[in-house]
């Protein structure tokens, strides 16, 4: 679904409308499970990430009733994690075999072998849980959200990924990084809600954050990889490449990290800009008068 706030509609409306449309969406990716069960378990949890960015608002603007509704967004999220993980490692895996011999290379294909789709029936059941939960949203109570609160929204969720960025400087550990990374999600998808209302500042800040959150998903994507291969059982001949190969990814997974870290100095002054109280709603800078 179209995920901009419609202009013919209140702020408060269009989101609880987008949180119960794209919550109605990830179910209805998981009928079709059977036919492509990564790609539809993929656009199910995007599609509950943009469900929950939306409750998150209506919570900030004063919708108390949107916190359960997104906790249990995220507890079926949840239960499509490892699935998800495993083809993304696998996926991963396959890019790096591409760069590797030997038993460097026998030992990533490994992880390709099993991607590990989500089981039908969990997937069933997770469907008919994120259709209910649609339907409760659907007749959900529409806060009031006036332009300037909607732009204060999303400043006080720019506050908020930058001081995860700060936790993840001071403490640069996959976790932190993630954590980092949820909130720049949380923070792209926000904007996107809003872009139609403020195309200047919110849509432009969203097409920036689009770029950056694949730069800084792949510091996640590798951190799995990693986690994957250590874990993994490999015959004792094949034991000194896995070594080899952990220490290859991880190296990559910190140079990607602080190529990340240091770009979103300079994308966060120019978000703040973007997202600055003197910029209108429609993108017009204000008169001050």
């Known amino acids: ?98 760069r590797l011999r030997g038993r460097e290379r026998e030992v990533v294909l490994r992880l390709t072998a099993r991607p590990g789709p989500l089981a039908p029936s969990a997937a069933e059941q997770i469907r008919q849980a994120l259709l209910a939960e649609a339907r409760g949203l659907a007749t959900a109570p529409a806060p009031v959200i006036t332009p300037a609160q909607l732009r204060h929204l999303l400043r006080r969720s720019l506050d908020r990924a930058a001081r995860r960025y700060g936790t993840a400087v001071e403490a640069p550990a996959p976790e932190s990084v993630h954590e980092w990374r949820k909130a720049v999600i949380i923070l792209r998808d926000q904007c996107a809600f809003a ?26 994507d590798l951190w799995l990889l990693g986690r994957r291969l250590r874990r993994q059982r490999v015959p004792a001949a094949q034991r000194t490449a896995r070594r080899r190969l952990v220490a290859r990814v991880e190296l990559q997974r910190r140079l990607d990290a602080l190529a990340a870290l240091v770009r979103w100095l300079r994308l966060e002054k120019h978000l703040t800009r973007l997202l600055a109280e003197k910029t209108g709603p429609r993108g017009k800078a204000r008169s001050g008068r």
């Open 195 to 220: 872009a139609a209302r403020w195309p200047v500042g919110a849509g432009t800040a969203h097409l920036l954050l689009v770029r950056f959150a694949r730069q800084v998903g792949r510091c996640g």
């Open 1 to 98: 679904m179209k995920l901009h706030l419609p202009r013919n509609d209140s702020i408060g409306h269009g989101l609880v409308v987008l949180a119960a449309g794209l919550t109605r969406d990830a179910g209805r990716q998981l009928d079709g499970l059977a036919a492509a069960p990564v790609e539809t378990v993929h656009r199910a949890r995007v599609a509950l990430k943009r469900a929950r960015s939306a409750l998150r608002l209506l919570e900030k603007a004063g919708a108390p009733w949107a916190i359960m509704p997104r906790y249990r967004l995220t507890q079926a999220g949840g239960l499509m994690s490892a699935a998800r993980e495993n083809a993304a490692a696998a996926g991963l895996a396959r890019k790096f075999s591409r």
